[in-house]
């Protein structure tokens, strides 16, 4: 039985373009072609930006043990250090399998670009050469502090006008304002919930080992 569609019901926008690329009706003038290619060209693009859409909410944020799979055994810690974490989000980010289960943690959240944002000034400030210094500044400012930026980190205004005033005159503390406001804003929202989270209460309650008689 052939399936029909309520015309009185509103369609999804993937009937529509379906609809803009099918085939003219036989008997059609040949007048309206240049008409019916614009039409296809738009529901193409049409389908081109719906597919980019669904990829987008179709990418899994993962379990957050998945992304750890390549850190190094040796590098986990015991629990002793993994305890240590709870302290502050500094003693966190200075083990290394610390970095990794935060990072892997933010992942899970979609906001990794907070620790990368943070990582690269930590890099950007141990640079020496001014030329270097001065190209690695105005990547981090194209690709997390301008305006829909691929990976733009959230910002007031004002640090982010500050920042870019600072592209003027680069210097090594140009983005030190916007980094701890990352910091910050890392430490008072996403690092309580990695306290809380799956990965690090599995750590902390490891068993210690058995004392050796």
Known sequence: MPFFRDPAKPQPVEFHAEILLAPPPRGLRFGVSLQRR??????????????????????????????????????KPTLEEALKWGESLEKLLQHKYGLAAFRAFLRTEFSEENLEFWLSCEDYKKIKSQSKMTSKAKKIFAEYIAIQSCKEVNLDSYTREHTKENMQNITRSCFDLAQRRIYGLMEKDSYPRFLRSELYLELINQKKPSPVL
Do not use: C, Y
């Open 38 to 75: 614009h039409t296809m060209k738009e529901a193409k693009d049409m389908k081109n930006r719906l597919g980019i859409f669904r990829r987008r909410n179709e990418s899994p944020g993962g379990h957050p043990q998945s992304k750890l799979d390549k850190v190094p055994k040796s590098l």
